[in-house]
T-cell receptor
Framework: DADVTQTPRNRITKTGKRIMLECSQT?????MYWYRQDPGLGLRLIYY???????NKGEISDGYSVSRQAQAKFSLSLESAIPNQTALYFC????????????FGPGTRLTVT | DQQVKQNSPSLSVQEGRISILNCDYT??????FLWYKKYPAEGPTFLIS?????DKNEDGRFTVFLNKSAKHLSLHIVPSQPGDSAVYFC????????????????FGKGTLLTVNP
């Protein structure tokens, strides 16, 4: 089984709808992250969480919110989706204390029409 | 302003030859660098890293070189194999408390490597 799972894997939604993307991990890591990738661009950090009670904005948090329901779960919400939020979204995890690696989920392809 | 630049969107090499992927950075505070590989429909996976106290790090067929004065790093793959065909992302951060990267990675746009049989 995958260590970092994301649901749904693909989603098409309409402008103005609220949508939630979910991430679960079995690695036991404290730190979790949400990134988005746009065509021709690198990954950009949306939000990150160092533990259940810690939530921090990343580079591009406007229009997004997150919830860290448990150590293993970190969800990303688009309160009112807009077309320029069409992108590939990745969840990632890493252990506390700083580490070389962030472990990424398979991604969610979101299309806002 | 892009702090991590991968100026070649794509690279094509023959199987068995060397692949060289380049990355430049502008933020002099960066002192830890990573390469990730990404296949279609999958998330990025960590490949290799280097801290600024080194100028070279090697792991099997993969070697990363760092030139701090030029703010440039490169990933060498020797010999290249068709299975290496993927998008390669360069990422940079400052060093965390434990000596590895801290949490905040800044990614380049990626380079699509195609290794032809």
């Amino acid at each position: 089984d995958a260590d970092v799972t994301q649901t749904p894997r693909n989603r098409i939604t309409k402008t103005g709808k609220r949508i939630m993307l979910e991430c679960s991990q079995t690695k036991g890591h404290d730190r979790m992250y949400w990134y988005r990738q746009d065509p021709g661009l690198g990954l950009r950090l949306i939000y990150y969480s160092f533990d259940v009670k810690d939530i921090n904005k990343g580079e591009i948090s406007d229009g997004y919110s997150v919830s860290r329901q448990a150590q293993a779960k970190f969800s990303l919400s688009l309160e009112s989706a807009i077309p320029n939020q069409t992108a590939l979204y990745f969840c990632a995890t890493s252990p506390a204390g700083g580490n070389d690696e962030q472990y990424f989920g398979p991604g969610t392809r979101l299309t806002v029409t | 302003d892009q702090q991590v630049k991968q100026n070649s969107p794509s690279l094509s090499v023959q199987e068995g030859r060397i692949s060289i992927l380049n990355c430049d950075y502008t933020n002099s505070m960066f002192d830890y660098f990573l390469w990730y590989k990404k296949y279609p429909a999958e998330g990025p996976t960590f490949l290799i890293s280097i801290s600024s106290i080194k100028d070279k790090n090697e792991d099997g067929r993969f070697t990363v070189f760092l030139n701090k004065s030029a703010k440039h790093l490169s990933l060498h793959i020797v010999p290249s194999q068709p299975g290496d065909s993927a998008v390669y992302f360069c990422a940079a951060s400052t060093i965390g408390n434990s000596g590895g990267s801290n949490y905040k990675l800044t990614f380049g746009k990626g380079t699509l490597l195609t290794v032809n049989p």
